[in-house]
């Protein structure tokens, strides 16, 4: 098969899909930690851009390029493959019609094209429609069942419909079949489908973390969300010991003891959860002028001020 076909080569827009689900994630909870969370989110992000300049460049002229996948399929109009490729980039500027005419036309040229159904999966995915998009991706992996990018994408889909325990399935076989290693973000959607499936998988979803820091190491991302499923299951303590290990690794404290104050409060540990606050408060004003300032900085200020007159 064509390299520009096979599903491999496909890959790199799910781990943009991954990195702007990650930023969503982190942007939107614990507003005292946003500097340290955009830090990893960041770096990560700088890696993956590293990783593919090409694409960087590719989406910057999509319109060029569908131009010029449009002259080719006039130069050779029976190339499943162009279509199948002129379907991608159609789906990446989010022409959710053109991209399925594409998607259909390679499809009826080489019904052996089984990527096809790979590439409408995601479409449909990302079009919001949910049933369709199971279907497409049932059928590629009843022939490439070890496929990684299909398991993440069907993953995602089954938690869309609320099939929560098939999805952390489907990301656990990704994960098992990821090579050289799994993508953060594997345990993270799969632990978020094992805590949605029931109270009865939350220990398991923890254990899935952990696994992934042996795996991957202490990444940020993953005590975060190790972090939360403590604190929404009430184990204060245990939640306690998991921040005490994050701020180990951190040279800034004060974001660290502002959450410690936060989850001090929720355990109703409102004298520990002051000194905490207060803690944080003074550590903020050790930081020279210009990081005093920074809105991120001042925000948690005001924060932890209204804090302790709680």
Not at 50 to 71: K, N
Not at 230 to 259: C, V
Request: proline content about 4%.
């Amino acid at each position: 098969m064509n390299n520009e076909c096979d599903g491999e080569s496909m890959s790199f827009p799910i781990t943009l899909v991954i990195l702007k689900r990650m930023m969503q994630r982190l942007s939107g909870n614990m507003r005292g930690m946003n500097t340290l969370r955009r830090i990893a989110v960041s770096i990560t992000l700088l890696c993956v851009v590293m990783s593919y300049p090409s694409f960087v460049l590719a989406h910057d002229g999509v319109h060029e390029q569908i131009a010029e996948v449009t002259r080719q399929i006039e130069r050779d109009p029976k190339n499943a493959a162009l279509y199948l490729k002129r379907g991608e980039l159609h789906r990446l500027h989010r022409d959710w019609d053109k991209a399925t005419l594409d998607y259909d036309r390679a499809a009826r040229l080489n019904p052996q094209l089984a990527v096809v159904d790979l590439a409408r999966g995601r479409m449909l995915y990302e079009s919001g429609k949910h049933e369709p998009a199971k279907l497409a991706l049932d059928r590629f992996l009843a022939q490439q069942p070890e496929h990684v990018e299909a398991l993440v994408t069907r993953g995602r889909v089954r938690a869309k419909l609320h099939q929560h325990a098939e999805a952390a399935q489907d990301f656990t076989a990704a994960i098992a079949h990821s090579s050289p290693r799994p993508q953060p973000e594997m345990y993270i959607e799969r632990a978020e489908a094992l805590a949605a499936a029931g109270a009865e998988f939350r220990a398991e979803a923890l254990h899935g973390l952990d696994e992934g820091m042996e795996k991957l190491g202490p990444l940020i991302t993953l005590q975060l969300a190790a972090l939360d499923l403590e604190l929404a299951q009430k184990r204060y303590d245990r939640a306690l010991a998991r921040l005490e290990r994050i701020a180990a690794g951190s040279p800034r404290k004060e974001t660290w003891l502002a959450r410690r104050g936060k989850i001090m409060e929720q355990a109703g540990r409102k004298t520990e959860a002051h000194e905490s606050y207060a803690a944080a408060l003074a550590a903020i004003e050790t930081l020279p002028p210009h990081r005093r300032r920074v809105k991120a900085t001042t925000e948690m200020e005001t924060r932890l001020r209204a804090a302790l007159r709680r």
